[in-house]
């Protein structure tokens, strides 16, 4: 089974509320978002984020310029079920991240939260890597978060990466500065916790 085939097995036969990683409210991508005053306009894109709960967030604080990006339609599907309406207001995009699925230099904020600890090889790394600096302009920011350092060693059936901020830095260049990292204890819906990490990074100009 290949990558896209795993996580659309995984969302069709799974409801979102019940994988380890969600939660109801993504608070601590809300807060680095609203700590770089980026306007309502800004385009902002949450890769990986099918079955996240950030689309939500981001239209009910007036953000109207949002892109959800996932390699799962039944994910994505699923969202904009839950959305209703509203869907409308988001551009959903089915495509794997690592390829070219966004027009260059236009996004303004990449959020990304459990997908790059998934990437498991330096090509993939570097795929992720060559999108991410080919769509986010100049002085933009990119806010990834991956399972830290005591983090798990396997999620979903499949291994990952672990990072602190400064490993994670290394893997994306030096085109981009750190501006702000997090801790954060995840309770996953099952019991149990998960060990995340945050870095908020921006691109050099």
């Not at 509320?17 to 680095?32: A, C, G, I, N, Q």
């Not at 983090?151 to 981009?176: H, I, M, N, W």
Request: aromatic share 8%; net charge negative; charged share 25%.
């Amino acid at each position: 089974m290949n990558t896209k085939e795993h996580w659309q097995s995984l969302y069709e036969s799974t409801s979102p509320d019940t994988v380890s990683w969600y939660r109801p409210h993504l608070e601590k991508s809300m807060e680095f978002i609203r700590s770089t005053d980026i306007g309502p306009g800004a385009r902002i894109v949450d890769v990986g984020g099918g079955a996240s709960t950030l689309a939500d967030d981001l239209l009910a604080e007036g953000y109207r310029n949002v892109a959800v990006v996932d390699i799962a339609e039944s994910a994505l599907a699923a969202t904009r079920a839950r959305l209703g309406e509203r869907a409308e207001k988001i551009d959903w995009i089915t495509g794997d991240i690592t390829r070219d699925v966004l027009p260059a230099q236009s996004i303004d904020f990449w959020h990304d939260r459990a997908v790059f600890h998934f990437l498991t090889s330096p090509r993939d790394r570097a795929a992720y890597r060559e999108q991410l600096l080919r769509c986010l302009k100049p002085g933009g920011f990119a806010l990834i978060a991956t399972f830290a350092l005591d983090g798990p060693e396997k999620c979903s059936g499949l291994p990952t990466v672990r990072y602190d901020a400064a490993s994670l830095l290394a893997e994306l260049g030096d085109a981009f500065e750190h501006a702000e990292e997090a801790s954060e204890l995840h309770e996953k819906p099952s019991g149990g916790v998960q060990s995340f990490m945050y870095c908020l990074c921006k691109r050099r100009v």
